[in-house]
């Protein structure tokens, strides 16, 4: 440092100086930042479109994406049998259901002994090596409370040292002895699997599909570090936890589309009964066939499928009556092509769409009164205002919507890449679009951030009562808007695909992001608006789908541009082929994983059944990356230079030094 420090700069170096009183503990911080800086950076994992997959998405954090099974056959090689190494991984994904297993088999206390024995050394072995990148300090806080002192000595012991093998071994034998084996083995496998991913990206869509959202919300809850981008399908959810009817209306009929109801009752206490009782009453004799949920039921016509179809149906209804209120309201929107039930011809037996006439598949509209066509009956008004209270009032729905809003935004820049659910609205030339809201144009980043702070507005208020209403109402357009960013198509055709004979109709045109992503300059465009920087930078999405089966790429725009959904809801993997996507970024570059479909826990607990996962290399790094190299590094790499002036000051007598009293134990 070459000259004196500003009075701003001095001010701050006074407050540093609280907490680094003197030139030896400023000198200690600045060695160990240093330290820190030259350690390889931690592997992030990136997953997208989980939609209600607890089972697979658990698995596939408890071993990794994989990572923990290549660790283990890098250790152990031949030593071991493969037959042991598949033990030994089922051990650390579910480490108290396989104990349970292991003590069954077991019955001699010497055998279970030994079993115990060699478990716990070779998970010893697996510990130190997931645990090699990190600082002392950092892998301290990682461990179980209970053992974290025997588990520090277990991992800085090396066996190979004669004088210490002794030492190792009578810390196991004594924590078998005592009868503490089990609950040691559980506390090392959990502190395997925490410590195998030290940052979590979700790029949206926990929401509709599959059967346990609230089980993953619940997982992520309670996860050590991770960060959510919104997808068009967790905004329907903050809105319908807002109380924005339309978006309760869609969420509750997605879930009866997938046969998924019982998220909705079991998961979020949210009472579906009347609209049962307005689905019998009012469809009673309609066989719904057009509703039929989506799931591998064997009895295509069974009582509770019935029942299922026709509440889908009723509720179906309902949507589209008070998206209408929305759509009249907000005439900017230009979503009028949505208001079809009053395109119904007087025959009840055709739809008039865009000026043509479509037959009807399915013609029966006990609730629909054609002179008011988008009026609700009052058992509807019912029905739909009972939800909003359920909706509003679930204590665990708030809960896990605090989560997301805590733990995500619409869009993140990490490490120079920009993550986003799914697109970025273009014009045909591939510049970015002016989207209108509320009057004013917004594009790009500016866009983003716009949106992100109207679903924030939508959930926890505005500065006025008209701004949060706009808000409130604007939500609803994000899930399926044609210039919302969150989803971008030209249309959801919900109508269509239920009442439409002409299957045609139901196409949904993609916004020009979707066509044009895979050309370089255009993602370099991206990039540049968002200022992700660095020999590393991408744009990564989900939402939709990778057709993997078809031969289509999920690395797109020369290397720029990835795109990690493969199919986690099980409802799409018959048309990617393969079961979802991680992307793997840790020191060494970028690898993606490829997942197959995930049999079931029983199974990997009970075989050692694993999801085979296939590993592609993207990009490698010439060099390996620290922690430097990372926006974390970033951060330390200023503290360090503070600290460097809070030297200068201390040594030119700008700043004086706190003497340490060893009779006070203050300075």
């Known amino acids: 440092m070459n000259s004196n420090p500003s009075p701003l700069d001095l001010k701050y170096l006074r407050l540093l100086a609280r907490s680094f009183p003197d030139i030896a503990t400023a000198s200690s911080e600045i060695i160990n930042l240093e330290a820190i800086l030259n350690l390889p950076k931690g592997t992030e994992h990136f997953l997208a479109d989980l939609h209600g997959e607890a089972e697979a998405f658990q698995h596939v954090l408890r071993n990794a994406s994989g990572t923990i099974k290549r660790k283990v056959k890098e250790i152990f090689g031949e030593t071991i049998s493969s037959a042991d190494q598949k033990e030994l991984c089922s051990l650390i994904y579910y480490p108290q259901e396989k104990l349970e297993i292991i003590r069954d088999k077991y019955i001699d206390k010497e055998e279970l002994n030994e079993w115990y024995f060699i478990s716990i050394n070779r998970l010893i072995l697996v510990c130190r090596v997931v645990s090699s990148k990190y600082t002392r300090s950092k892998v301290n806080k990682a461990l179980p409370r209970d053992f974290s002192y025997i588990i520090q000595e277990m991992l800085h012991e090396k066996n190979d040292n004669p004088n210490k093998q002794g030492y190792v071994d009578a810390i196991v034998k004594t924590i078998i002895s005592i009868g503490c084996a089990s609950d040691f083995i559980i506390a090392m496998c959990n502190f395997i699997q925490h410590i195998a991913i030290d940052l979590l990206h979700i790029l949206g869509d926990v929401y509709d599909r599959g059967p346990s959202p609230h089980v993953i919300m619940d997982i992520l809850s309670s996860f050590h570090n991770f ?3 919104w997808g068009n399908h967790d ?35 949210i009472n579906l009964l009347p609209l049962a009782t307005l689905a019998m009453n009012a469809y009673g004799k309609d066989d719904c066939k057009q509703f039929m949920p989506k799931d591998d039921y064997d009895e295509e016509f069974g009582i509770e499928n019935r029942l299922v179809a026709r509440m889908h149906k009723a509720i179906s209804i309902i949507q589209f009556k008070v998206e209408a209120d929305l759509i009249k309201r907000h005439p900017e929107w230009e979503m009028e092509n949505r208001l079809l039930l009053d395109k119904i011809t007087p025959d009840g037996k055709h739809v008039v769409i865009d000026g043509k006439e479509y037959e009807l598949c399915d013609t029966h509209f006990p609730t629909v009164d054609p002179a008011d066509p988008y009026k609700l009956t009052p058992e509807e008004e019912i029905v739909i205002a009972k939800l909003k209270s ?42 970015l679009k002016d989207v209108n809201i509320q009057g004013r144009k917004y594009h790009g980043r500016a866009l983003m951030d716009r949106v992100g702070k109207m679903i924030r507005e939508a959930y926890y208020g505005a500065e006025t009562p008209e701004q949060h209403a706009y808000s409130l109402d604007y939500v609803w357009y994000l899930w399926c808007g044609k210039d919302s960013p969150a989803f971008d198509k030209d249309k959801m055709a919900t109508f269509e695909r239920y009442f439409v004979a002409d299957k045609s109709m139901c ?31 991408h744009i990564i999405n989900g939402h939709v789908p990778v057709r993997t089966i078809n031969g289509e790429n999920p690395v797109k725009g020369n290397g720029k ?65 620290l922690v430097r190299d990372t926006d974390i590094g970033v951060e330390l790499q200023h503290q360090v230079n503070d600290l460097h002036k809070l030297l200068y000051a201390y040594r030119s007598g700008l700043i004086k030094e706190k003497a340490y009293s060893p009779f006070t134990n203050k300075r």
């Open 227 to 229: 960060d959510f981008q």
């Open 561 to 625: 541009l990835m795109v990690i959904d493969g199919g986690f809801s099980k409802a799409y993997q018959p048309k990617t082929g393969i079961a979802g996507y991680t992307l793997v970024y840790h020191s060494r570059g970028f690898q993606l994983v490829q997942h197959d479909p995930f049999t079931s826990k029983e199974e990997a607990i009970l075989e050692g059944k694993d999801i085979k996962s296939t590993l592609s290399l993207v990009e490698m790094a010439e060099h390996r990356l």
């Open 507 to 537: 196409k949904e045109a993609k916004g020009n992001y979707y066509i044009l992503r895979d050309d370089e300059a255009v993602c370099d465009m991206i990039l540049d608006e968002f200022g992700a920087e660095g020999p590393f930078r």
């Open 235 to 269: 905004i329907l959810w903050m809105g319908a936890s807002a109380g924005n009817v339309s978006c309760i209306a869609n969420a509750v009929r997605v879930a009866l589309r997938y046969g998924n109801q019982s998220a909705i009752e079991d998961g979020y206490g």
């Open 390 to 431: 359920s909706f509003t009032g679930s204590e665990k729905l708030r809960k896990h919507m605090k989560c997301l809003f805590r733990n995500g935004d619409i869009y993140k820049v990490v490490n120079g890449n920009l993550l986003f659910h799914a697109s970025m609205p273009l014009n045909d030339d591939g510049t």
